[in-house]
């Protein structure tokens, strides 16, 4: 009740600081951008897509950030967006399952055979649906940015087999989908918000967590966990969302340099994304410890087959999950 309350709050006072603030400044309008804590690569691909659009329209644009969770986590960043509040925000797709359905298919356990499955679907209109699936909620998605791999990474021991997950608490995101998934495994899925999940490593109230290698090193997990086991059970992206409001008001020139420097941002990241994950494995291993290992992916892919049933015949989700798999490689028109 006293974290509810407080939370309620900080989003009051963020709403009455941000909002003193004019979106158009000397005839220049400005988008007010929050997000939460995030890897470095996903920082510096926000900065860019705000260098690009004011560079795109002769400084008419600028964006002004509101960093690292100044305003709130995830959900309060998205319902911040969705009131126009700001006028954009940075989160993971699966903070937007509560919101729209659609997006859930993207915590689908081995949804995509690989990165550059995952890169072909993203960047196809495939996704554009899922885009405009909250438009009516007051906001959209405008571009993704690669997130890497989730794969799991525990204290005691590597993963090598899902039975090593038996019995295990493992951190999730609050994603219906994750939980079913580890509950597949084995495991004992307990979601939890990231800020937590240090001190519930070192304290033991959890075993383990999945994530990509940078919660190694920026959250720090490394310290308190050991092995990082490649499973690589998902690939969520990152979704950059705009208000609707934001993105209709704005002249048609403007519009068009958004959505330009939203895709020219994407494209920056996947460059800086992977330079800085080999970056951080480098320093996990030198300044952790950590061991990482490969894993034989196929027992795990068989125990969370049921989800894929599920998501083969859910309605509303049924054909954007035919329409990535036609993009694995070999596929008809993948060749």
């Not at 007051?138 to 005691?156: A, C, H, K, P, V």
């Amino acid at each position: 009740m006293k974290k509810t309350f407080a939370l309620i709050i900080v989003s009051l006072m963020a709403l009455i600081v941000i909002t003193g603030f004019n979106t158009k400044q000397n005839d220049q309008t400005v988008l007010r951008f929050a997000y939460s804590s995030n890897s470095q690569p996903v920082k510096d691909s926000m900065a860019e897509f705000g260098r690009l659009l004011e560079e795109k329209t002769n400084g008419e644009v600028k964006v002004e950030y509101f960093p690292d969770s100044q305003l709130g986590g995830e959900r309060e960043l998205i319902e911040l967006t969705q009131t126009g509040a700001v006028d954009l925000t940075k989160v993971s797709g699966s903070a937007l399952e509560s919101f729209s359905d659609q997006y859930s298919i993207f915590g689908l356990p081995y949804l995509f055979d690989d990165e550059a499955h995952f890169y072909r679907v993203m960047d196809s209109d495939i996704v554009k649906p899922i885009y405009e699936s909250t438009e009516e909620l007051g906001f959209i998605g405008l571009t993704y940015y690669d997130s890497g791999q989730r794969s799991f990474y525990m204290n005691d021991g590597p993963v090598t087999k899902p039975s090593d997950l038996k019995g295990k608490k493992i951190r999730v995101m609050q994603s219906q989908t994750a939980i079913k998934m580890v509950q597949l495994l084995g495991g004992s899925p307990t979601p939890m918000g990231s800020s937590e999940v240090y001190t519930s490593l070192q304290q033991g109230i959890l075993d383990g967590a999945e994530n990509n290698e940078f919660a190694l090193t920026e959250a720090g997990h490394g310290e308190v966990s050991k092995y990082y086991s490649y499973d690589e059970h998902t690939r969520v992206p990152d979704i950059v969302l705009i208000n609707k409001e934001t993105i209709d008001s704005l002249p048609k020139e403007h519009r068009k340099a958004v959505y330009e420097a939203a895709k020219e941002s994407t494209e920056y990241e996947k460059m800086v994304w992977k330079k800085a994950v080999e970056e951080a494995k480098a320093k996990s291993e030198q300044d952790f410890g950590i061991t990482f290992n490969e894993v034989d992916k196929k027992p795990f892919q068989e125990a969370v087959a049921p989800l894929h049933e599920e998501f083969k015949n859910k309605d509303g989700l049924k054909n954007i999950y035919e329409e990535i798999q036609k993009k694995r490689q070999g596929s008809e028109g993948n060749q």
